[in-house]
T-cell receptor, first 110, second 112 residues
Framework: GENVEQHPSTLSVQEGDSAVIKCTYS??????FPWYKQELGKRPQLIID?????GEKKDQRIAVTLNKTAKHFSLHITETQPEDSAVYFC?????????FGTGTRLQVFP | DGGITQSPKYLFRKEGQNVTLSCEQN?????MYWYRQDPGQGLRLIYY???????QKGDIAEGYSVSREKKESFPLTVTSAQKNPTAFYLC???????????FGQGTRLTVV
């Protein structure tokens, strides 16, 4: 079946550094790629998304890139801050459902 | 807060019992989903529904059942056939397929 692989599972960075999380997906029909942030004890919330007709999207310190040929997409966070610490999930969706990656625990140290 | 409500927040179940988790949304969304979250395993899809009176199995549907009698409601029953039901359960909805999913606050189920 369809699956989404996400790496790394944990990521520690110094405040101000950049963080990159990568995902690959198997279903070539996927056309929607959201990223969710889940703080401890809270629900996942959408932080950015991209569709298959776009290669890159940026929103302030967050950017997402998509390579449909290679079935890769990545989340880039620049100038990280302690409040960026959370678990981040990528997902790949098509006309039926959203399949999530296994998550990346990001820790930003002051 | 968010328009999608799960209840209860915490649920304890004895082995051999069925329990039903509630999920209600007032966002007028067609699509609804149930995910299970375990440490280190991300969000795994249990069931999803794109329209009233229709639902599909996800990757880990065994031991679970759902219904979609109303657009607003998508309850999940964890049956006694589910061998390891202790987990955090998240319900989500989206306006239609292939769009942003909004999550409820989750129900933490513990088998005692």
């Amino acid at each position: 079946g369809e699956n989404v692989e996400q790496h790394p599972s944990t990521l520690s960075v110094q405040e101000g550094d950049s963080a990159v999380i990568k995902c690959t997906y198997s279903d070539s029909a996927s056309n929607y790629f959201p990223w969710y942030k889940q703080e401890l004890g809270k629900r996942p919330q959408l932080i950015i998304d991209i569709r298959s007709n776009v290669g890159e999207k940026k929103d302030q310190r967050i950017a997402v890139t998509l390579n449909k040929t290679a079935k890769h997409f990545s989340l880039h966070i620049t100038e990280t801050q302690p409040e960026d610490s959370a678990v981040y999930f990528c997902a790949a969706g098509n006309t039926d459902k959203l399949i999530f990656g296994t998550g990346t625990r990001l820790q930003v140290f002051p | 807060d968010g328009g999608i409500t799960q209840s209860p927040k915490y649920l304890f179940r004895k082995e051999g019992q069925n329990v039903t988790l509630s999920c209600e949304q007032n966002l007028n969304h067609d699509a609804m989903y149930w995910y299970r979250q375990d440490p280190g395993q991300g969000l795994r899809l249990i069931y999803y529904s794109q329209i009233v009176n229709d639902f599909q199995k996800g990757d880990i549907a065994e031991g679970y059942s759902v219904s979609r009698e109303k657009k607003e409601s998508f309850p999940l029953t964890v049956t006694s056939a589910q061998k390891n039901p202790t987990a955090f359960y998240l319900c989500a909805s989206s306006i239609d397929r292939g769009n942003e999913a909004f999550f409820g606050q989750g129900t933490r189920l513990t088998v005692v």
